[in-house]
């Protein structure tokens, strides 16, 4: 089963939140797939919120990329995410990681920011691995 991890979960791996970081490393384990968008939306908020510099990132970010299937983000799921953006109302950004998870043929898409339990075309179902945790 491909799993595809949205930044927002990558992030908490590389954070200290006692109860969101082992759900997130757990998730890591199972060699998921990210995008280079999330890539790029982690170094980020590594930089601007967490204020890593910008070695530190690279770092991380490389080692990273041992434990993940990278799938490139082109013009192919820029323009799917315009009509993923029409149909089911998401931000841009949103349904970007949307058309790369559905072009990279994940069942599942972990996020904490979309709606947990919506299918998306019928065969992309969003999770958010943290609800059980946070409703308790």
């Not at 930044?7 to 006692?18: P, R, T």
């Not at 510099?53 to 192919?76: G, N, Q, S, W, Y």
């Amino acid at each position: 089963m491909c799993g595809f991890l949205d930044s927002n979960i990558v992030l908490y791996a590389f954070g200290d939140d006692e109860i969101k970081a082992p759900i997130a490393n757990s998730l890591l384990a199972k060699y998921p797939t990210i995008s280079t968008q999330v890539i790029n939306e982690c170094s980020h908020v590594m930089r601007r919120k967490l204020y890593w510099k910008p070695d530190k990132i690279a770092e991380e970010l490389e080692l990273l990329l041992f434990v993940v299937r990278l799938h490139l983000v082109d013009m192919r799921h820029i323009r799917q995410a315009w009509k993923i953006a029409a149909r089911y109302g998401f931000s841009h950004y949103d349904s970007v990681i949307v058309a790369t998870a559905l072009d990279a043929r994940c069942e599942q898409l972990f996020s904490e920011d979309l709606q947990h339990g919506q299918i998306i075309e019928g065969r992309l179902s969003i999770v958010n691995p943290f609800l059980e945790t946070t409703q308790s």
